[in-house]
């Protein structure tokens, strides 16, 4: 079963052993467009999904991670899916309105499929805009 390629918006990782790299995608999709999917057990270079293990242990370690990782916080829907063959894969689907994210304190903004360090000036942009729309009362 193939899914596509990756976007701004949506980013593959052939296992949970990219969990860091997933992180990272997380928060910088966030910033960028404040919502999108991640996908565990899916080939980057073309979308094929390759599968992996997916127990509620696997599902558990994903949330926990999205936990110890992301600031600030966010609540992700995790669940497991399988093709028509049998391969289990694991989709994250993400949202916030809190920008700036951070991953593990690392500021990053999506380009293409890319998660590249963001400027000082636009973690400034953000971090004001942010404080901007906040209501004192």
Known sequence: MNLGM????VEYKRSTSEMREGMESIA?????????????GVRPSDGEVVGQDVSEKTL?????????LIEPRIYPQIE??????GRAYVKVTFS??????????RY??????????????ALEDMILERAAGTDPW
Request: glycine share 12%.
């Open 96 to 105: 916030g309105g809190e920008r700036p994210y951070a991953c593990d304190g």
């Open 6 to 9: 990756e976007t701004e918006c």
């Open 28 to 40: 910088s999709i966030l910033n960028k467009h404040g919502h999108g999917t991640l996908y565990f």
């Open 108 to 121: 990053r903004i999506r380009s293409a499929d890319e998660d590249v360090p963001m400027s000082a000036s």
């Open 80 to 85: 497991r899916l399988e093709t028509p063959d």
């Open 60 to 68: 558990r370690g994903i949330s926990q991670k999205v936990g110890e």
